[in-house]
């Protein structure tokens, strides 16, 4: 989206330059970090075998391997996961098929459900969180030493806080 040297990254420098109380040196540097993020995020994400092509996937695997043995339901998923519920439920559909999770339903109640890993789920999450790991890191090995913690403060410091909870209206 944000080719370095790209139509829309020469565009928006450009508007950048010619707006008042508009940094362009800090716009470039910013687009800098969206050309990067966008890398990386090519080069990390491939490296997951086609059946986690889908992040949703991964992202619920590496939940279910943090609350292992522990269920949880597809809401709780979906909460952690940052994923939709209806990304979690498609997913869960694909995992279910490979035989890395299991789905329960409530006796009770048929609407429960309570999702957790299977042995062969538990091995293969530990497979794709370490190739996702390995990935990582080798990526911060291309930095000098030392500028993956400077650009680690840095990125903390542009992810906007989350919004505190509003207070419940008092009657």
């Not at 944000?2 to 800090?26: I, K």
């Amino acid at each position: 989206m944000f080719q370095r040297g790209g139509l829309v990254h020469h565009t928006l420098l450009s508007m950048a330059r010619q707006r008042p109380g508009v940094d362009e040196r800090r716009c470039g540097a910013m687009l800098e970090f969206l050309a990067a993020a966008e890398s990386l995020h090519r080069r990390i994400w491939p490296s997951i075998p086609p059946c986690h092509s889908a992040e949703a996937q991964f992202l619920i695997l590496v939940v279910l391997f943090s609350l292992h043995p522990t269920p949880c339901t597809p809401g709780i998923l979906a909460e952690y996961a940052g994923c939709s519920r209806t990304a979690v439920t498609r997913s869960l559909g694909l995992l279910e098929r490979r035989g890395w999770i299991e789905r329960t339903h409530g006796a009770a109640d048929r609407r429960f459900v309570q999702v957790r890993l299977t042995a062969q789920g538990r091995a293969a999450s530990d497979r794709q969180l370490w190739r996702f790991l390995c990935e990582l890191s080798e990526a911060a090995d291309t930095l000098p030493p030392g500028q993956a913690l400077r650009l680690g403060r840095c990125c903390s410091a542009l992810v906007a806080p989350e919004p505190e909870a509003a207070a419940p209206l008092s009657p």
